[in-house]
């Protein structure tokens, strides 16, 4: 059998497992060992264990606690709910008025979180009472928060960016900075959306106009996240701090804001760092995994024979892109976000590379076919994070038809972010 064959139904094995409900890490690490020692006996073993901790002690990666205890400081002190009443105040004036404010918060709430399910969870508890006291369609509400919430692994900091960059030997900071522009503009092209909809089907929903004073009194609930964000991002794109060290940076901010506002207390820093703890031991475990089944397909050629193969075709890379967004369109819909993306970066990277695809170019794409996964039913993550919170007991197809419109805006997205790549490359470039 030749390597291709052997990519292509060890593939296929994984996804079946993992569908089966194996855990991705157990698969991951299954497929790894016993390819490896069937192909190398124990030598494998000991060259597995020299990246196992080589892994676990890569600088790079001491970002993600780092990152994951900043949304929890920010999702456990009450900057949420301050954050959605100052937005609420300033957009809820526009056609659509709290959709847009379900937007802007997860946008802001995703430069400081890292976490798209946090993030849609998080905005999605503080808004829905609101949304359903004002009488809005729960489909449009829910699938504004739904799609909202996916903003949260595109605009940086996030933690899917930590692990291409990890996997692929590619600058975090970089993807950071890559991943600025194409969140700003995704964020306008769904209030654009909105602004649509809620004009051509007459749900124009405004509400009283707020006092000038009462708006900037409020605004101070989005002052200190944009603190935090410029702080994280600008020591970054300056080259003053590495991702790691702005981590810590925005982590030492984050706290000193919540002890001014009285809040910091021993309980909700204990809540922290348990969940913290808890989500990077399950996030580094599947990328440690990860590097290990990477070994397994390096030592054994597996991924060079199937780039050969892939390029042979002779495809441009416009339509090896193509065929690429239907592959993790397809993936998207019964995978998780992390494990479609630690499981597909060993076969898709050096394909894209071999054609002349500009490696941080490729992390935001894989990261808005992530996003896409998201919202893609049957397994899409958050239609069931929000379909869980929502105040009634409407059925989960509201919620998906109400993310299919942005499901479909982040595939046009895409489109555009390929006929105009500078869109992600400019700002890396000008490091």
């Known amino acids: 059998m030749s390597m291709v064959a052997v990519g292509m139904t060890s593939f296929v094995v994984m996804v079946g497992l993992m569908l089966l409900g194996m855990p991705i890490a157990a698969v991951m690490m299954l497929l790894a060992v016993a390819g490896g020692m069937a192909a ?20 790079g990666l001491t970002a993600i606690p780092l990152f994951v205890l900043l949304g929890e400081l920010l999702l456990r002190s009450g900057m949420a709910d301050r954050m959605y009443q100052a937005f609420a105040a300033w957009l809820g004036r526009l056609p659509g008025g709290l959709l847009h404010t379900n937007i802007g918060c997860c946008a802001l709430f995703a430069a400081t979180s890292g976490s798209s399910v946090a993030t849609a969870a998080t905005i999605g508890t503080v808004a829905l009472p609101s949304l359903q006291r004002h009488g809005y369609p729960m489909k449009e509400a829910l699938g504004s928060l739904a799609a909202g919430g996916t903003l949260g692994i595109l605009i940086p900091p996030s933690v899917n960016m930590i692990i291409y960059g990890s996997m692929t030997n590619n600058s975090v900071g970089k993807l950071f900075i890559a991943g600025i522009l194409p969140g700003l503009l995704l964020t306008g092209l769904f209030m654009l959306w909105i602004f649509i909809m809620a004009k051509a089907t007459g749900m124009a929903v405004r509400h009283e106009p707020v006092p000038l004073g009462e708006r900037f009194r ?7 996240p944009l603190i935090i964000f410029a702080i994280v991002m600008g020591s970054l794109y300056f080259g003053i701090a590495t991702a790691t060290e702005s981590a810590a940076i925005g982590v030492v901010v984050a706290v000193v804001f919540i002890a001014f506002s009285g809040r910091l207390t021993p309980a909700l820093l204990q809540g922290c760092f348990l969940s913290s703890a808890r989500t990077t031991g399950m996030i580094l475990l599947i990328t440690t995994a990860a590097f290990v089944l990477n070994l397994a397909l390096s030592l054994t050629g597996i991924g060079e024979a199937l780039t050969k193969w892939v390029t042979g075709f002779g495809l441009s890379k416009t339509a090896l892109l193509l065929a690429l967004i239907l592959f993790y369109l397809l993936l998207g819909m019964f995978m998780d976000t992390l494990s479609m993306m630690v499981a ?7 394909i894209v590379t071999a054609v002349g695809v500009d490696p941080i170019w490729f992390g935001i794409f894989i990261v808005i076919m992530c996003e896409l996964g998201l919202i893609t039913p049957p397994v899409g993550m958050n239609l069931f994070v929000v379909q869980g919170i929502r105040p009634d007991r409407g059925s989960v197809g509201d919620v998906i038809r109400g993310a299919l419109p942005y499901a479909v805006i982040m595939i046009l997205f895409t489109f555009i972010l390929m006929a105009f790549p500078g869109i992600v490359t400019f700002l890396p470039e000008n490091m």
């Open 40 to 59: 190398f006996g124990e030598a494998f073993l000991i060259s597995a264990a020299s990246v196992l901790w080589g892994t676990m002690s890569e600088n």
């Open 218 to 224: 409020v605004l101070g609930g989005v002052i200190q």
């Open 344 to 350: 597909t970066i060993p076969l898709t990277y050096p």
